[in-house]
């Protein structure tokens, strides 16, 4: 099939492209490269480097590389700065997200496939989550990624749009092609391996009263790798399903403390800790319950213990401990 991934010199696009052409899937990658890196993306797959945004140079990539589906991940991510410039949220996330709609509608794409979010439920009232759970976002990240599912639930309605949203929980590791890395870096497992490898001074702890059994937040880690393999099995269920919503994670979490002793023992570095406040919009627990895709979509996570997901993504950064080539040619001007 062929399919346009829009962020897919991202993290996780990037994981998820080369996961695409592993299994005969026909690619080419739309990006800004604001976030995403020019070297993740494969060589011989075509690079539209442009603004989902921008539905002029949207319409001509449809029109000239003929996609049968698309993969969004073109998104801001961070749930912190949300709470401090919402409006780039919307209108990166939710407003772009709309142009995309309407490009796909008018060049006749009938299927999404979207890289959605946990933040969608915010503070959960059970452990773990389940799709059908109250959708409450406590952060304007989380609203801007409700406002497209939503904006796809009328598509569908309207026009047969046919998609699958797939809510993740913290994506982690790596493929040992592309690693995690972001610019400023606000995700816990880079930022203690940063520590380890004395980029920072330290690691952070943000909020140790949590009602959890350490007092630190409770995350479920889910590896990369898996979460590219899932957007392969959605796409060959829209063959057969017009609608389909996914909890992405491994069914356990970790605390704060366990992630960083976890590293501890990967890294062989002992890594100094500072003990902050709590981070406004930061639930105690997310933990997925993905039972629903396990079950219909025979999806199985490889990676589901910390140290294998942590080791994997160490693997990377002691490889490229200033990141792609590009960001380390800058550094050194």
């Not at 092609?177 to 391996?193: D, K, Q, T, W």
């Not at 994670?249 to 800790?273: K, Q, Y």
């Amino acid at each position: 099939m062929r399919v346009l991934v829009t962020g897919g010199a991202g993290y996780i696009g990037a994981t998820t492209v080369r996961t695409l052409r592993v299994h005969g899937h026909e690619v080419a990658v739309y990006d800004d490269l604001s976030k995403g890196h020019r070297e993740a993306v494969p060589s011989d797959v075509p690079l539209i480097v442009a603004d989902v945004a921008d539905r002029a140079r949207l319409d001509g990539a449809i029109r000239e590389h003929r996609p049968e589906a698309v993969m969004h991940f073109a998104a801001f991510i961070e749930a912190g700065e949300s709470m401090v410039a919402p409006e780039r949220y919307f209108r990166n996330n939710s407003a772009a997200a709309l142009t995309l709609l309407e490009s796909m509608i008018a060049n006749g794409v009938g299927k999404l496939i979207l890289s959605s979010t946990a933040a969608l439920y915010g503070e959960p009232r059970r452990i773990p989550i389940e799709e059908t759970d109250a959708l409450e976002p406590t952060n304007a990240y989380g609203e801007s990624k409700l406002l497209v599912e939503r904006m796809l639930a009328w598509f569908r309605r309207v026009h047969g749009l046919r998609y699958a949203s797939l809510r993740y929980f913290n994506a982690a590791g790596s493929d040992g092609y592309s690693g995690e890395r972001h610019s400023p870096e606000s995700h816990l497992i880079p930022l203690v391996m940063q520590a380890a490898t004395g980029q920072r001074s330290h690691i952070s702890i943000f909020g140790t009263d949590y009602p959890t059994p350490d007092g630190t937040c409770v995350r479920d880690y889910v590896h990369v790798s898996d979460l590219a393999q899932a957007h392969v099995l959605a796409l060959k269920a829209l063959a057969e399903h017009d609608c389909l919503i996914y909890n992405l994670g491994i069914g356990h979490g970790f605390s704060v403390r366990e992630v960083i002793a976890a590293t501890r023992r990967v890294t062989g570095v002992d890594i100094p800790i500072v003990e902050a406040a709590r981070r406004p919009g930061d639930p105690a627990v997310l933990v997925a319950g993905s039972e629903k895709i396990r079950r219909e979509l025979s999806w199985a996570p490889l990676y589901t213990d910390l140290e294998s997901i942590i080791g994997s993504a160490w693997n990377w950064m002691r490889d490229n401990p200033t990141g792609y080539p590009s960001e380390a040619a800058a550094l050194s001007k």
